[in-house]
Nanobody, 121 residues
Framework: QVKLVESGGGLVQAGGSLRLSCVASGYTFNSHHIGWFRQAPGKEREFVAAISWSGDTKHYGDFVKGRFTISRDSAKTTGYLQMNSLKPEDTAVYYC??????????????WGQGTQVTVSS
């Protein structure tokens, strides 16, 4: 059974930091890319960041502007999203996803249940 379980969300003041984790199981983690997405109330889901299966290539959404860092630990089959300098507009449910194929057009097959991030002003 494929599972992606996010954790690390919570309430933080503007300017603060959080590190999200995504523990994967039930599939070949090391051959799949990892992506992070977010969705705020009333808004469409938005791409945050992605890291290739090898960890060599990373992409970020334009709004990240150097504040977030995506990483992965193959031994722990876990993906991470380090978020610094958080802003109130970063408030959303954050989802991790995993997929295969070309890194510039990943088909995300597996999704986690999401973790809430709330940034107070």
């Amino acid at each position: 059974q494929v599972k992606l379980v996010e954790s690390g969300g919570g309430l933080v003041q503007a300017g603060g930091s959080l590190r999200l984790s995504c523990v994967a199981s039930g599939y070949t983690f090391n051959s799949h890319h990892i992506g992070w997405f977010r969705q705020a109330p009333g808004k469409e889901r938005e791409f945050v960041a992605a890291i290739s299966w090898s960890g060599d290539t990373k992409h970020y959404g334009d709004f990240v502007k150097g504040r977030f860092t995506i990483s992965r630990d193959s031994a722990k089959t876990t993906g991470y999203l380090q978020m610094n300098s958080l802003k109130p507009e970063d408030t959303a449910v954050y989802y991790c996803a995993s997929g295969s194929g070309r890194f510039d057009s990943v088909e995300y097959e597996y999704w986690g249940q999401g973790t809430q991030v709330t940034v107070s002003s």
